[in-house]
């Protein structure tokens, strides 16, 4: 594989199910996140990693859970599915701490919760 | 945090040229990024500036003032696979990029 893959490409999903949607990249990159984008509205962060071992909230964490147990893998938890979670679903990588840090975006999860 | 404003929608000819204003409110500015977004894709970087003035890169341009918070996208000779979302996002002193909402583009025959 080469940058970032996300999956499943897609998923509909009943309400208060958990689901988790998993990221893996093979850039060697420190750094992750995790993006919704919602339409008029524009990504936004819901959590992030700098360094394998520590996590970190974005603008919008609540009803979502993430851990970072190595350098390569980000999963997201949605621990019960509600339908304002229905979403596409960014993850990205970067060389965190780097004035040319540029943020790579893997394809996308779009989520439907019903 | 960050305030970042953009035009919502901007149609242009092939050929031509277009420019897409960002104007950003930040509590700590590290950078300026922007990438497009083609439908049912993953955004990709585009450019990025920190300081002021013009980064060129083939057919697309990148201004920043920041005294004045603003950034503007040029694109030179339009195509039609230009025709796109494109999104101004200002990385604040931690690293982590806030998004405007996205510009769609679209060139016209």
């Known amino acids: 594989i080469a940058g970032i893959t996300q999956a499943p490409t897609s998923q509909i999903l009943a309400a208060g199910r958990r689901m988790t949607l998993r990221c893996t990249q093979d850039m060697r990159h420190n750094a992750m996140y995790w993006y919704r ?55 990205a990588s970067s060389e965190w701490g780097l004035d040319t840090d540029t943020q790579y975006f893997g394809p996308g999860t779009r989520l439907t919760v019903l | 945090g960050q305030n970042i404003d953009q035009p919502t929608e901007m149609t242009a000819t092939e050929g031509a040229i ?33 300081l002021d003035g013009l980064e060129e890169k083939g057919r697309f341009s990148s201004f920043l003032s920041r005294s004045k918070g603003y950034s503007y996208l040029l694109l030179k000779e339009l195509q039609m696979k ?23 583009v679209t060139v016209r025959a």
Not at chain 2, 92 to 104: C, E, M, P, Q, V
């Open chain 2, 82 to 104: 230009d025709s796109a979302s494109y999104l101004c996002a200002v990385r604040d002193r931690d690293y982590k990029l806030s998004f405007g909402a996205g510009t769609t």
């Open chain 2, 18 to 50: 277009v420019q897409i204003n960002c104007t950003y409110q930040t509590s700590g500015f590290n950078g300026l990024f922007w990438y497009q977004q083609h439908a049912g894709e993953a955004p990709t970087f585009l450019s990025y500036n920190v």
């Open chain 1, 37 to 91: 984008q919602d339409l008029g509205l524009g990504l936004r962060l819901i959590h992030y990693s700098n360094t394998a071992g520590t996590t970190g909230k974005g603008e919008v964490p609540d009803g979502y859970s993430v851990s970072r147990a190595n350098t390569d893998d980000f999963p997201l938890t949605l621990a019960s599915a509600v339908p304002s979670q229905t979403s596409v679903y960014f993850c």
